[in-house]
């Protein structure tokens, strides 16, 4: 995950100058280069030539991440003043959404780093290498850390509605957040250790069996999100086919189809594609050099795919204001308030905050 614009200068200087090592405890082979294009193949320039993969790159990450950085800054920061204006903080399902802002957003600030870097290499220095990285990633695992509490709490407002787990408020939701944050700090905080400077303008691990790390930490935070999106998602659809309340049935559960279909054409290529590069490390073990050629032939078309995969995996904290917050009448309703530029009556307002409603997620609703 770390690292992610600058690999393809570092992998052309090198290329250019000799042919590398793949020892994985020399911190300057390939084999240190970052998780989302660390196994790409060092044969001579002449072999393996990726100068055409690297500008593709270099022109389109740029421009993509850009747009997504713009989208999901105004999106989470317009869920930010709808919660703070108008909704009770103390409910956990408020206190959840207000945390998935603050997730998307860390998310968001380390992608104009990796913009910058893509073109202009690693110009801000070790301690910027460090902290940018770890704030990049622990947005990234808390947000899937979210998506999995999200999830079970939607699962619990259908099927249990009544529960006192949907509408616990105050102490509960501190501690959902203290967890939260925690987890996902120490998911990250090998990024504050081992993340290194290499060449004096490359930011990645310092050793090849951190950056398989950082992978199969990813590929396990997505088989358990999606294990509780399937297993929770499937109940919920059995549980309102056999509802009575049919119109609503039917809008809930195209939001469901919805939300699955974002996730997992978002998410799923992405680790199929990380998980492969990873492979690639292990099979040049034992690489037979007569198949070389058809071995860089699928290191290319991994890089291209690498390349598209990551740019929908990372429009997801652009995505989720919208799939989680602006599907719901209420949302839209304070949305209206908002862009009106309307002040309705603070009584009105004080008296929907002191008021514990128990609110289903999934379809967006109060019930």
């Not at 998310?107 to 913009?115: E, I, M, S, Y």
């Not at 609503?248 to 799923?268: D, E, H, M, N, S």
């Not at 292990?282 to 070389?292: A, E, G, H, L, R």
């Not at 209206?336 to 009584?347: A, E, G, M």
Request: charge should be positive; hydrophobic fraction near 45%; aromatic fraction near 14%.
């Amino acid at each position: 995950m770390l690292s992610i614009s600058v690999q393809e200068s570092y992998i052309r200087r090198k290329m250019a100058s000799t042919t590398f090592s793949m020892d994985p405890d020399t911190p300057t082979t390939a084999a240190t280069i970052d998780s989302t294009a660390l196994y790409d193949y060092n044969y001579e320039d002449e072999i393996c030539n990726k100068e055409n993969i690297q500008m593709f790159g270099a022109i389109f990450t740029p421009l993509f991440f850009s747009a997504i950085v713009i989208l999901s800054l105004f999106g989470n920061i317009l869920v930010l003043v709808i919660l703070v204006k108008y909704e009770n903080l103390k409910l956990l399902t408020n206190t959840l959404l207000l945390n998935l802002v603050v997730s998307d957003l860390l998310f968001t600030a380390g992608l104009p780093f990796w913009a910058y870097a893509h073109v202009h290499r690693w110009t801000f220095g070790e301690h910027a290498c460090k902290v940018v990285n770890f704030i990049f990633n622990t947005g990234y695992y808390s947000s899937g850390f979210l998506l999995i509490i999200m999830t079970a709490h939607r699962y619990m407002a259908v099927m249990y509605p009544l529960s006192d787990v949907v509408s616990t408020a105050g102490f509960y939701s501190v501690v959902a957040s203290v967890v939260l944050w925690v987890g996902s700090v120490l998911a990250a905080s090998p990024n504050m250790i081992f993340i290194t400077v290499h060449d004096n303008d490359f930011c990645g691990y310092d050793s090849s069996s951190w950056n398989l790390f950082d992978i199969y930490m990813q590929n396990l935070l997505f088989l358990l999100t999606s294990w509780v999106f399937i297993s929770c998602y499937a109940q919920i659809i059995c549980r309102l086919l056999r509802s009575n309340a049919k119109r609503r049935g039917k809008k809930t559960l195209k939001l469901i189809f919805t939300l699955l279909l974002v996730f997992f054409v978002g998410w799923a290529p992405y680790n199929v594609i990380i998980f492969q590069k990873s492979c690639e490390y292990w099979k040049q073990k034992v690489k037979n050099p007569d198949s070389m050629k058809e071995d860089c032939d699928r290191s290319k078309r991994l890089d291209y795919s690498l390349y598209v995969g990551r740019l929908f995996a990372f429009s997801q904290c652009c995505l989720n204001p919208v799939l989680y917050v602006f599907v719901g009448v209420k949302f839209k309703s304070h949305l209206r308030k908002l862009l009106s530029f309307k002040h309705p009556n603070n009584s009105v307002i004080r008296n929907r905050q002191s008021r514990l409603t128990i609110t289903s997620i999934t379809s967006g609703e109060e019930v």
